[in-house]
């Protein structure tokens, strides 16, 4: 059985494998007829303990595209809010004929717990868990970094990359650090200190407190929302300070390498951590980053429950 769970569990081959299948995908997605027949016949459960816009409904074409049956499942709405178990709603999943459970949960670890428990049987990939990883987020991330920073598998070889803000609540900001690192790239985190994470200095990046300071030539920089959901306290004095010591504007933006683009996983607070004129400006590929995704996704079905039976790369711990 085979999971994506984690970036960590991800080789630079493993990552260039899914990022140049996602390119082959793609071109069917630039064509009329937007499908292929290779998962006909096979069940995706999208399970989703926390909201999500683009992550859920890009699983939903990326699987749809693979003809697979999508079931989607949202918490709201359903016994989880009865009170039931995550067992017991994997359990449902499984006798319902499951063959890969997509899952998006609060709690950090819950897709490794599904993987693992002995509960189910069918492939699990992670959309998101607590504040731990969103693998398939970074993913979408180094395919639209590839892109633009003139193709190919060294691409990101050498490459700086600096990711601003909660780092600290941040699931995007771990994977991205970890698979960036393992594509060449040389990555800068820039937060205020109250929205760093303890330990980061084990993290293979730079950790950086002034952003005016990080982004002189840099060749790309990831802007992450402020997540007030995850705050239960005051991480900073008012918005307006956070947006003058770590906002993203027309002139931060300017610092950027000539051809330096601007990234933002979504959903964006603009104001606070980007303006408007940066996120629709013309360095943002924001909106690229959710074609790119569908791709990627389904590149990360395809080579779980399509291709590739013979290994089990995507997971180190057994
Ligand atoms: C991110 C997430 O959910 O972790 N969004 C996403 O998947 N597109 C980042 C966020 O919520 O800020």
Known sequence: MRHLLSAADLSRDDAILILDTAGELGRVTDRAVKKLPTLRGRTVVNLFFEDSTRTRISFEAAAKRLSADVITFSAKGSSVSKGESLKDTALTLEAMGADAVIVRHEASGAPHRLAHSGWIDCAVVNAGDGTHEHPTQALLDAFTLRHHLSGGEGALD?????????????????????????????????????????????????????????????????????????????????????????????????????????????????????????????????????????????????????????????????
């Not at 002189?216 to 920089?221: I, K, L, M, S, Y």
């Not at 013309?282 to 980053?289: K, Y």
């Open 158 to 318: 050498g490459r700086r990359i600096v990711i601003v803000g909660d780092v600290l609540h941040s699931r995007v900001a771990r994977s991205n650090v970890l698979l960036l690192h393992a594509l060449g790239a040389s990555v800068t985190l820039v937060a205020p200190p109250t929205l760093m994470p303890v330990g980061v200095d084990t993290w293979p990046c730079q950790v950086s407190y002034d952003l005016d300071d990080a982004l002189p030539g840099a060749d790309a920089v990831m802007m992450l929302r402020v997540q007030r959901e995850r705050m239960n306290a005051a991480f900073f004095p008012s918005t307006h300070e956070y947006s003058r010591r770590y906002g993203l504007d027309t002139r931060r933006a300017a610092l950027l390498a000539d051809d330096g683009i601007v990234l933002h996983p979504g959903p964006m607070n603009r104001g606070m951590e980007i303006t408007a004129d940066v996120a629709d400006g013309s360095r943002s590929v924001i909106v690229e980053q959710v074609t790119n995704g569908v791709n990627v996704r389904m590149a990360v079905l395809y080579l779980i429950l399509g291709g590739r039976a013979e290994t089990d790369v995507w997971e180190m711990s057994a």
